[in-house]
C-alpha cells in the first residue's frame, strides 16, 4: 500500500476502533474475544483496503466481516459456550449503577441467545439497522432476520425472566 492509502487506513481505524470492538463484544460476550474478532476485521480490510472504491461502504464491510467472524466462531466444537451456575463476572447487588446492572444484565443475556440470533438482535437494536440493512450484512434474507429476531427475543424473554421487568423500569 502508498502512504496515502496508509494514512487513510490509520486515520478509519482510529475513528472506527472502539465502536467496532463495543459491536463485537455485544456478539460474543467477551471482551478478550472481541478484541480478536475486530482485530481480524481491521486486518481483513487492511488486507483489501486497495479493492473497497466506496468509502460509505467501509462500515456496512467492517460489521460483516465481525459478524460472520463471530458466527464461524460459535460453530467451532471448541468454542461453544457452556452454561454456569454461577457467573462469576457480575457485579455484587446493590453497589452499582442502574445503568450498569442493566448493561450486565442484558449482556449476560445476549451471551446466552444463539449466536446467529444474537447477530440479528445486535444489528438491529443495538447498532440500530433496518431489517434490510440486517439481511444484507448477514447475508441472508430479511424474513430470515424477521424470524431470528422474533425467536431472539423469545430467548431473551425467557433469559431475563423477572429481570425484565427491572430492565424495563431502569430504561
Known sequence: MDDAA???????????????????????????????????????????????????????????TLVRAVVDESRRPWRRE???????????????????????ALVGALRAVPARQRAVLVLRYLEGLDVAATAEALGCSTGTVKSQTAHGLAALRTILGDALDDLRAAG
Open 6 to 64: 496508509e494514512r487513510a487506513f490509520a486515520e478509519y481505524f482510529r475513528a472506527r476502533r472502539d465502536a467496532v470492538r463495543r459491536t463485537a463484544l455485544l456478539l460474543c460476550g467477551d471482551w478478550h474475544r472481541a478484541d480478536d474478532h475486530a482485530q481480524s476485521a481491521f486486518v481483513a480490510l487492511h488486507r483489501h483496503w486497495h479493492r473497497i472504491r466506496d468509502p460509505q461502504a467501509l462500515d456496512a464491510w467492517v460489521r460483516r
Open 82 to 104: 457452556r452454561p454456569v451456575d454461577v457467573t462469576p463476572d457480575r457485579p455484587a447487588g446493590g453497589t452499582t449503577a442502574d445503568g450498569v446492572a442493566t448493561r450486565t
